[in-house]
């Protein structure tokens, strides 16, 4: 079974520059979260849907970073202006009950 | 945001021995869940623990809900190389459609052979 795809597998872009991150969760999942880990301040969580409809996203930094699910098999993160300190790994993961399954993230550098 | 607290931070072992991690939490949390994520990859599920006071092994892994509710252990027997990775706790306290996880900032294991 393919679990959660994530694309690009590694992104680097000069800052001012839009970034968009891709994910299409495990199929029949009904809930899709997108996280944020750093060294400083391990794993972030930035927003969540479920059943397509944003639930929760307190943790999203700034009017920079948006996030959408059209569809259950497809949800975008952009960043628009990146920066610098946006340089992180991105997960994507996806869940039907409580266990969260975890793309292989997206390492983006921001220079 | 909101983060368990989990130790210890590192650590570094001879094959063969015994591990053992804990997370602690000021909130009560319903589930919890340990996680391990090996270096290039997503967090991976270990073991889940819906009751306090259950008990749970996989394998060479074994994890406890405390009585409180407000804390967990993960032990991890005889240890292998292939045991190297970093080891995250995760709280989950459904309220609603709320299946947010609360983080630890994890427990990072080398074993050296």
């Known amino acids: 079974d393919a679990g959660v795809i994530q694309s690009p597998r590694h992104e680097v872009t000069e800052m001012g520059q839009e970034v968009t991150l891709r994910c299409k969760p495990i199929?029949?999942?009904?809930?899709l979260f997108w996280y944020r880990q750093t060294m400083m301040r391990g794993l972030e969580l930035l927003i969540y849907?479920?059943?397509?409809?944003?639930?929760?996203d307190s943790g999203m930094p700034e009017d920079r970073f948006s996030a959408k699910m059209p569809n259950a098999s497809f949800s975008t993160l952009k960043i628009q202006p990146s920066e610098p300190r946006d340089s992180a790994v991105y997960f994507c993961?996806?869940?039907?009950?409580?266990?969260?399954?975890f793309g292989p993230g997206t390492r983006l550098t921001v220079l | 945001g909101q983060q368990l607290n989990q130790s210890p931070q590192s650590m570094f072992i001879q094959e063969g021995e015994d591990v053992s991690m804990n997370c602690t939490s000021s909130?009560?949390?319903?589930?919890w869940l340990w996680y391990k994520q090996d270096p290039g990859e997503g967090p991976v599920l270990l073991i889940a623990?819906?009751?306090a006071g259950e008990l749970t092994s996989n394998g060479r892994l074994t994890a406890q809900f405390g009585i409180t509710r407000k804390d967990s252990f993960l032990n991890i027997s005889a240890s292998i190389p292939s045991d190297v990775g970093i080891y995250f706790c995760a709280g989950q306290l459904k309220a609603g459609n709320n299946r947010k996880l609360i983080w630890g900032l994890g427990t990072s294991l080398a074993v050296n052979p």
């Open positions: 623990l819906y009751k």
């Open positions: 849907f479920n059943n397509n409809v944003p639930i929760d």
């Open positions: 993961a996806s869940s039907l009950r409580d266990t969260q399954y």
């Open positions: 199929s029949g999942h009904n809930s």
């Open positions: 909130s009560i949390f319903n589930t």
